[in-house]
């Protein structure tokens, strides 16, 4: 998956087409992606950025203030690949059980994809004054509000049992990073889908009632 760079209004740019903000912005990101992952964010520079993205910096600068634009920019990418593909996972669904499976396994692929940007979102975040990270904590919440809203359903159904929605959101959320942040060991003991699927048992067996281990079945049979 190609990063996903959204025009951002609070990262100033000197062009005015957004179309074109968004492909050069991604290009930027791309690049930047490597570069913090494998150097680090404070030995990064924006040459170097320029460089691995093969334009001056000249041009970056005509897309961003400063590095810290840049890093906020990578993070808000990973975000903003959740907000398009968990979506896109859910759409012709209506099963709430399905719907909740369909979210969290979308996400799980996000992080696949984008392992080394959301590795830098646990180490880099820090990097940014205040006002940046209070910009990733919103975004944070609204990608989270969506597999808030499938649980919420799942319980509202009466598939699931009665939980702490918003803390076990980020058990969930934890479990799909483990995949990038840990990627060194769990490779070796799975493929991505197969965590995903002993992931699906473990929380199965946490969360759902009686009547959703029945819907489960059903939804193993027709996916058998």
Known sequence: ?????????????????????QRRR????????????????????????????????????????????????????????????????????????????????????????????????????KSLPEDRRKLIKISELETNGMIEACLRDCITAGLMREVNVELVTYQLVTFAHTWALKHWRVKQLSDLEGYIAQGFDFFAQALLTPKGRRCQNKIDGRTG
Request: glycine share 4%; with cysteine.
């Open 1 to 21: 998956m190609e990063p996903k760079a959204a025009v951002n209004h609070d990262v100033k740019s000197q062009v005015t087409d957004e179309a074109l903000v």
């Open 26 to 125: 991604a290009q930027i990101v791309a690049a930047a992606v490597e570069l913090f992952a494998h150097q680090g964010f404070y030995r990064t520079t924006i040459q170097d950025v320029a460089k691995k993205a093969g334009v001056s910096a000249g041009l970056i600068y005509q897309y961003v203030t400063d590095k810290e634009d840049v890093l906020l920019l990578v993070l808000l990418s990973v975000l903003e690949s959740y907000k398009q593909e968990i979506p896109a996972a859910l759409e012709g669904l209506t099963d709430p059980l399905e719907r909740f499976w369909a979210a969290i396994g979308a996400y799980c692929r996000v992080v696949d994809q984008r392992r080394e940007a959301t590795v830098l979102a646990y180490r880099s975040t």
